[in-house]
């Protein structure tokens, strides 16, 4: 295996003749991100992963500067999932100045997440560009915990052009059910008891979602969070049944994919997860 920034980058990319498969990531690696890794493996001939904390996606209040940045053990995590190169680009190196030209995530970067966290998705977008042009990956994979920023790369490469296979890997959840996210490690054993709520809320909407209207699937997500919200230390930040191609609410009479989307944020820490849903009329 690799490791290297740009110049070496260019370098190993240029030696390629097979397919390359891209995982992006921001490091602190849990199995989310091995099977990240795997899929990879799976789709490319090669396999590329890139460990950057992109500062341009964290608001001026966020965590960019406590991020965890454990880059021995992530190259450890890399190595076992048998990844050619690791991108691991230094902070100058991407941005040597403050960059004029980004992209724009438009309007459906400033709803839900977008509308939480202003500029997050346009920081997102600019950086997957810049790493799609450095690695000129065959395909690249993302988790589908973070749904809003898949359909945004998604969108990206339509309207951009990208010719790149994108490939999405459902959320991958530790025993107890929540999703796994590098941002657990903040949450103390107490926080960790409020969080369940999230996935409970997602198994509640997907009983309702048997035969109900988008309206009853929220409103069951939503008394399970308004309980937790009640008895324990969780604020919900949002909650709401999509357009998954649009991210616009969804009418009552909706037919095709949705998505449930809920954020909460427990003893400090910020979490998100969703549901895919099928209505049928
Ligand atoms: O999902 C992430 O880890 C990041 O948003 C990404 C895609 C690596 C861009 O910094």
Request: proline residues 5%; aromatic residues 8%; hydrophobic residues 45%.
């Amino acid at each position: 295996m690799e490791v290297g920034g740009i110049q070496a980058l260019r370098a190993w990319r240029k030696k390629q003749t097979g397919t390359v498969s891209l995982v992006p990531t921001m490091g602190a690696l849990h199995s989310g991100h091995q099977a990240l890794m795997g899929r990879a493996r799976d789709s490319g001939d090669s396999v590329v992963t890139s460990i950057f904390v992109n500062p341009l996606q964290f608001g001026a209040d966020e965590d960019f500067m406590k991020y965890p940045r454990p880059f021995e053990a992530d190259l450890e995590v890399c190595e076992a999932a048998d990844v050619d190169f690791v991108f691991a680009p230094a902070l100058g190196e991407m941005y040597p100045a403050a960059p004029e030209v980004t992209v724009s995530s438009g309007r459906m970067g400033s709803v839900f997440e977008g509308a939480a966290r202003p500029g997050h998705f346009d920081g997102v977008l600019t950086v997957v560009a810049k790493l799609f042009t450095l690695t000129a990956p065959t395909s690249a994979v993302f988790g589908l915990k973070d749904i809003q920023q898949f359909c945004l790369v998604r969108r990206m490469i339509e309207d951009l052009n990208f010719d790149i296979e994108l490939i999405g890997l459902p959320v991958v959840r530790d025993e107890d059910g929540l999703a796994m996210s590098s941002r657990n490690e903040y949450l103390a054993p107490g926080d960790r008891v409020a969080a369940l709520a999230i996935p409970r809320a997602l198994d509640a909407a997907a009983r309702a979602a048997d035969g109900g209207m988008p309206a009853d699937v929220e409103a069951a997500a939503r008394q399970v969070l308004d309980v937790a919200v009640e008895r324990e230390d969780l604020d919900l930040g949002y909650i709401g049944i999509v357009d998954a191609a649009t991210f616009q609410p969804c009418a009552q009479n909706f037919s095709g994919h949705a998505l449930l989307l809920v954020s909460a944020t427990v003893g400090g820490t910020h979490l998100i997860d969703n549901l895919p849903l099928e209505f049928h009329r």
